[in-house]
């Protein structure tokens, strides 16, 4: 399985609930971690979320029910009309970066996780104990 340690791309995928929204990517997992923001949060429903970011340009995102919310300036989410599934962040900071719901991988859910974002937005009321590093910016 392609994680930011093994520098061997590996075909990844996956899908929204419905499956309506699908994407594909053969890129090198460039980063993965938990995000504890505000913005995600909201986005989500959860007190975090835990995405992968891989190259956009060899990724493929799309399906007839695909849509956009642009959450704050320079960013966009995608998500399906249909179910509501999130499905993606791109900020325009990271123009080339795509980061996709880890939950949303198809099989081998096994993305080597490797830090916090945000974590000075973390929420109070949830425990995590892991040894990963906390940031308070993202990636």
């Known amino acids: 399985m392609t994680d930011t340690g093994t ?3 590996m075909a990844l ?6 499956g309506g929204v699908h994407y594909r990517t053969r890129s ?3 980063s993965a971690g938990h995000c504890h923001c505000e913005s995600c ?11 992968f970011t891989v190259l956009r340009e060899e990724t493929e995102l799309g399906g007839d029910s695909l ?8 960013v ?3 998500f399906c009309g249909t179910c509501g599934s999130p499905m993606s962040f791109e900020t325009e900071r990271r123009a080339n970066e795509i980061d996709l719901y880890v939950a949303s991988l198809d099989a081998g859910l096994s993305v080597t996780i490797k830090e916090h974002w ?5 929420v109070d009321w949830l425990t995590i104990v892991d040894d990963l590093p906390k ?3 993202g990636a």
Do not use: M
């Open 7 to 9: 520098g061997k791309p």
């Open 13 to 18: 995928s996956g899908h929204c609930l419905c």
């Open 28 to 30: 090198l997992v460039r």
């Open 41 to 51: 949060r909201r986005a989500a429903s959860s007190p975090v979320t835990t995405f």
């Open 67 to 74: 849509r956009y919310y642009a959450s704050s300036p320079g």
């Open 76 to 78: 966009r989410r995608g």
């Open 118 to 122: 945000h974590w000075d937005e973390h």
């Open 135 to 137: 940031g308070e910016g």
